[in-house]
C-alpha cells in the first residue's frame, strides 16, 4: 500500500453500467423536474390511432421517471347518495388542461426517453 494521498484519484472515472444496457452511467443525478404531454401510437385500439398522457423526465437527458393518464372527478348520483368517481381525460380534454405544456411525440407507449429539443 502506497501513501493515502497517492491512492485518491484525482477525477471520478467513468464506470460501466451494471443494471442497464447503456455503456456507461450517466454523469449527474436525475432531476424529474419537467412535464410534458406525449403522443404515443396505440394500434391496439380499435378507431384510436393515437393517445396522450403527462410524463416526468430529467431535465438534463430527457430520462422519463413516470407516464401518467390523468384523470378527473365526475359527480355520480348512485339513487341512495351522490358520490365522486375518477375517470380517464380525452384526448382534447388533456390538451384543453395542459395547454401550457409542450407536446412531445414518441414512437413507443412506453418512452424511455423524450427528446429535450420539443416541438409544439
Do not use: Q, W
Not at 12 to 29: A, G, I, L, V
Request: net charge positive.
Amino acid at each position: 500500500m502506497g501513501n493515502l494521498e497517492n491512492d485518491i484519484p484525482k477525477y471520478k472515472k467513468k464506470k460501466k453500467s451494471t443494471t442497464s444496457k447503456s455503456r456507461e452511467k450517466s454523469n449527474h443525478k436525475h432531476e424529474y423536474t419537467e412535464k410534458c404531454v406525449v403522443k404515443y401510437p396505440t394500434p391496439y385500439l380499435v378507431g384510436k390511432e393515437f393517445s396522450y398522457g403527462l410524463v416526468t423526465y430529467c431535465k438534463h437527458c430527457g430520462k422519463v421517471a413516470s407516464l401518467t393518464h390523468p384523470t378527473k372527478e365526475e359527480h355520480v348520483n348512485t339513487g341512495i347518495a351522490n358520490a365522486f368517481m375518477s375517470v380517464f381525460m380525452t384526448n382534447e380534454e388533456i390538451l384543453e388542461y395542459y395547454k401550457d405544456l409542450d407536446v412531445v411525440e414518441v414512437e413507443d407507449m412506453f418512452p424511455k426517453y423524450v427528446s429535450i429539443t420539443k416541438s409544439k
